[in-house]
T-cell receptor, first 116, second 114 residues
């Protein structure tokens, strides 16, 4: 079974430039998450989708961050414009969503962003 | 809101010795508890979870964890550590009656010394 696929793995950009990350979840997983992981810290939730609906986006900085999950499968996370403090690893995860919160998350390898 | 504390930054243990990684949690409802492991430049991998039932849960790679409700703890254990267990370990908690958000601790670096 293929895991969660993310691209690109690494991205270096100048500040104020836009950047986008793509995630393909495990087939059949209707719940998709984007997490932010700063160095030396645990992942922090940015947004959670149930199918194509964003059900928890309260921690997404909406002035510069946006996300979409068209057709309830793949998802894209965008930052525009990027700031120095956005340098981090952006993790995508998916789960089956059954049993309300009892299932484990499956993570991709992450997209490491460096803003210069 | 739910939260997790992992008090130690790094855990050093000799190969073959028992390994313990500590975790305490805070939730208002029933806790759903998870442990994940992260190897360098890789995503997090699920190790084990506690939802209900037996307080001692067994997971991947010989790891186990014990749920202690009175101490609000969920420590990860392995009877005999391997060098390959060297990694970053994250404890996480969901509030079973709340917002369904999974909160992670800051992680513990485990170093197994040959």
């Amino acid at each position: 079974e293929a895991g969660v696929v993310q691209s690109p793995r690494y991205k270096i950009i100048e500040k104020k430039q836009p950047v986008a990350f793509w995630c393909n979840p495990i087939s059949g997983h209707n719940t998709l998450y984007w997490y932010l992981q700063n160095l030396g810290q645990g992942p922090e939730l940015l947004i959670r989708y149930e199918n194509e609906e964003a059900v928890d986006d309260s921690q997404l900085p909406k002035d510069r961050f946006s996300a979409e999950r068209l057709k309830g499968v793949d998802s894209t996370l965008k930052i525009q414009p990027a700031e120095l403090g956005d340098s981090a690893v952006y993790l995508c995860a998916s789960s089956t969503g059954t049993g309300r919160g009892t299932g484990e998350l499956f993570f991709g390898e992450g997209s490491r962003l460096t803003v210069l | 809101a739910q939260s997790v504390a992992q008090p130690e930054d790094q855990v050093n243990v000799a190969e073959g010795n028992p390994l313990t990684v500590k975790c305490t949690y805070s939730v208002s409802g029933n806790p759903y508890l998870f442990w994940y492991v992260q190897y360098p430049n890789r995503g997090l991998q699920f190790l084990l979870k506690y939802i209900t039932g037996d307080n001692l849960v067994k997971g991947s790679y010989g790891f186990e964890a014990e749920f202690n409700k009175s101490q609000t703890s969920f420590h990860l254990k392995k009877p005999s550590a391997l060098v390959s267990d060297s990694a970053l370990y994250f404890c996480a908690v969901r509030d079973g009656g709340g917002n369904n958000r999974l909160a992670f601790g800051k992680g513990n670096q485990v170093v197994v010394i040959p």
